[in-house]
C-alpha cells in the first residue's frame, strides 16, 4: 500500500460561481485558474500521483498547455485514475479537507461525493470530504481564496 498528499490553493476573481469536487456552486466570486480552479479535484490528483511516484498536476496537466485553458478538472481526474490504473494501482480511499471561508460547501458535499466516486469508480465508504475555515486568518480567511488537502491511499491491484 502506498499514501499520498496533495494541496492546492486558488485566489478568488470576479464573477458568479466556483467549481468545487465537480459542482457548480454559485457565489459572488469565481477562481482565477488555468483550468476550471476545482481546488478539492487538483488536490485529489496530486495526492493519487504523489502514491503512485508519478509527479504532480503540473507535470501532466502543465498550465501552459492553451489545450488545458479552462478545461473541466473532471477529464483531469479521470486521466490520472487511469493512469493509476496502467501503472498497476487501484485507488483505496480518499479523504479532503477543503479550506475556505466562505462559501459554505457543507450542503454541496453529498453531490461532490456521488460525482467524485463516480469519476473514480468508489463507494461512497471510500471517499470523505470536510470543510472547515481558518477562523478568519490567512488568504481563506481574508477571503481571497480557497484552499485544499487530499490524502489517499492506494494498492497493487
Known amino acids: 500500500m502506498r499514501i499520498g498528499q496533495g494541496y492546492d490553493a486558488h485566489r478568488f476573481k470576479e464573477g458568479d460561481h466556483i467549481i468545487l469536487g465537480g459542482v457548480r456552486i454559485p457565489f459572488d466570486k469565481g477562481m482565477a485558474a488555468h483550468s476550471d480552479g476545482d481546488v478539492l479535484i487538483h488536490a485529489i490528483c496530486d495526492a493519487l500521483l504523489g502514491a503512485a511516484a508519478l509527479g504532480d498536476i503540473g507535470k ?25 490504473t496502467t501503472k498497476g494501482y487501484k485507488i483505496i480511499n480518499i479523504d479532503a479537507t477543503v479550506v475556505a471561508q466562505k462559501p459554505k460547501i457543507s450542503p454541496h458535499i453529498p453531490e461532490m461525493r456521488k ?11 471510500d471517499l470523505n470530504i470536510k470543510g472547515t475555515t481558518t477562523e478568519k486568518m490567512g488568504f481563506t480567511g481574508r477571503e481571497e481564496g480557497i484552499a485544499c488537502y487530499a490524502a489517499c491511499l492506494i494498492d497493487s491491484i
Not at 60 to 84: C, M, N, Q, W, Y
Not at 115 to 125: M, P, Q, Y
Open 60 to 84: 501532466h496537466f502543465p498550465d501552459t498547455d492553451p489545450d488545458l485553458k479552462g478545461v473541466d478538472s473532471r477529464i483531469l481526474l479521470r486521466k490520472v485514475a487511469e493512469l493509476l
Open 115 to 125: 460525482i467524485l466516486g463516480s469519476d473514480l469508480n468508489l463507494n461512497n465508504d
